[in-house]
């Protein structure tokens, strides 16, 4: 048996550009305009090899493999991002995704840029960039980051644009964004922007609907009762009421609703000015007869939305996150505890400062932005296990790691029984325990996992027993 840590396998060529930085010459010294790396990018086909992409494009400005916590973590994929700036960055000028060194999808290729004379290259690529800031960063969190001060902030940075140029930017966006399940990318966040970039239709009263069909939960009888659906804005603050349509429910192409707002909408002419009092907009929120209208138990949404307003003071008040990233740990909304934070927040006598766009205490100070970490996973192969059958160990945050054990079996291939440990170095105790048993091979794929306890710098390895033999892998710190 092989069990042994790997990183993603890369083309020769790409392991070169990476160690050596110029024996591929870059995108932007092969197409200098955004038109001409579109073009090049439209003759990416799947198929194609590493190299013939090289070729093409040039070397990309960033590799997100799956290692990383951005890209699902069960094939070898590598995402090739262009215009990126830094690791994990979102790809302005479009992306590759690559599956065994050869192209699998191809991001960026179709359609038409905005003309040269409406943005100055920089400020294009800062504008998409504070689009996709709604997206997040890190595996599933990646597809929702949506909290109300993020739409605030590029709500802001769109408006002041005008109708014409902030929807050329959203456009380019949706133009070059990756839309694939393995990069685990939305876009739910471009059609609550255009709710509240623009004014709620006066004939109808109510925006058009997201969805195609009726959501198993949460929707109002009456549209006017939440116009902005599934928004609900109180106090210049949109909460988000129903982050997944219920049982039914299809998402509408985004492209259908941008045609109709450039059409038909209203422009909203202003920027976005939340209340002073952000906690009491939830509270305002809660006590509203319109409340159980908006999901499952009034105690589950207000605690989602708690947290959410958390992050959105994020500037001037932090509460320790548990290990599941809630700021408001606990399955029901905990009163005692939301009444010492509003005491606490109270205290600080907050407000929103246009200007930065973020809310600052009284005195016009705020805490200094918070970096948070990308764990990148460990994945070790077992190969006596099949050849798809692997180990991921990834630290979720300081104090959890999550451990899964993958395999896919084929018929033509038996295993024998096996028995995988994880060990925490200092004490010797086992984290997580896999015992799969012997088959003769079955077209089946299998997977399990646990989230444990384990404090940043504690050290792992592995044991696996296998025909009566017992072998121990190197440590290693996730």
């Keep these: ?19 050596m930085g110029a024996c591929v010459s870059s995108a932007q010294e092969i197409h200098p305009s955004r038109a001409e790396f579109a073009a090049a990018l439209g003759r990416v086909k799947k198929g194609m090899t590493a190299d013939e992409v090289l ?55 179709t359609g038409t840029p ?86 709620v239709p006066v004939d109808t009263g109510f925006m058009p609907s997201i969805y195609d069909g009726k959501l198993g939960y949460g929707y109002p009888d009456d549209p006017k009762v939440f116009p902005l659906f599934p928004l609900a804005m109180v106090d210049g603050i949109p909460f988000n009421l129903v982050n997944e349509p219920g049982r039914g429910a299809i998402r509408k192409p985004v492209g259908a609703q941008m045609a109709y707002f450039q059409s038909n909408g209203k422009w909203r002419g202003h920027p976005l000015m939340p209340s002073n009092d952000p906690l009491g907009a939830l509270d305002k929120l809660a006590a509203s007869p319109e409340w159980k209208l908006s999901g499952p138990g009034p105690g589950q949404r ?29 399955d029901d909304f905990d009163e005692k505890r939301w009444e010492q934070i509003e005491k606490d927040v109270a205290a600080l006598h907050i407000k929103w400062d246009a200007a930065k766009n973020i809310y600052v205490r009284g005195d016009g100070t705020s805490l200094p932005p918070e970096r948070k970490p990308l764990y990148q996973r460990q994945i070790w192969y077992v190969d006596s296990l099949g050849p798809d059958a692997r180990v991921d160990v990834e630290r979720k945050n300081k104090n ?38 012997a088959s003769h091979g079955q077209s089946m794929g299998t997977s399990g996992g646990q989230t444990v306890k384990l404090p940043e710098g504690a050290s792992l390895h592995a044991e696996y027993t296998s025909d009566s033999k017992t072998t121990k892998t190197d440590s290693f710190t996730p």
């Design 1 to 19: 048996m092989i069990f042994y840590s790997v990183k993603t396998k890369t083309s020769v060529v790409v392991a070169c550009m990476l160690a």
């Design 55 to 109: 070729k093409l494009l040039g070397k990309p400005d960033d590799i997100d493999t799956n290692r990383d916590p951005t890209v699902f973590d069960v094939y070898e994929f590598e995402v090739w991002g262009y215009g990126t700036d830094g690791h994990l960055s979102f790809p302005t000028l479009g992306s590759v995704t690559m599956l065994e060194g050869r192209v699998r999808g191809v991001f960026g290729g």
């Design 114 to 199: 905005p003309a040269p004379a409406m943005f100055d290259e920089k400020e294009l690529r800062n504008l998409l960039q504070v689009i996709d800031s709604a997206q997040g960063a890190g595996a599933y969190a990646r597809m929702w980051n949506a909290t109300p001060l993020r739409l605030i902030q590029i709500v802001n940075t769109l408006e002041p644009l005008g109708k014409e140029k902030a929807m050329a930017a959203l456009n380019e966006y949706l133009r070059v964004s990756p839309h694939d399940l393995y990069l685990l990318h939305d876009d739910l966040h471009v059609f609550l922007l255009l709710r509240l970039l623009y004014d």
């Design 302 to 330: 207000k605690q989602l939305l708690a947290n959410e307003i958390l992050q959105s003071i994020d500037s001037i008040y932090r509460t320790e996150p548990d290990d599941d990233g809630n700021r408001l740990p606990g």
């Design 400 to 437: 959890t790691v999550s451990i899964r054990l993958s395999r896919t079996e084929h018929p033509e291939a038996p295993i024998p029984a096996t028995v995988v440990k994880v060990y925490r170095d200092d004490n010797n105790q086992v984290l997580a325990e896999f015992d799969v048993a």
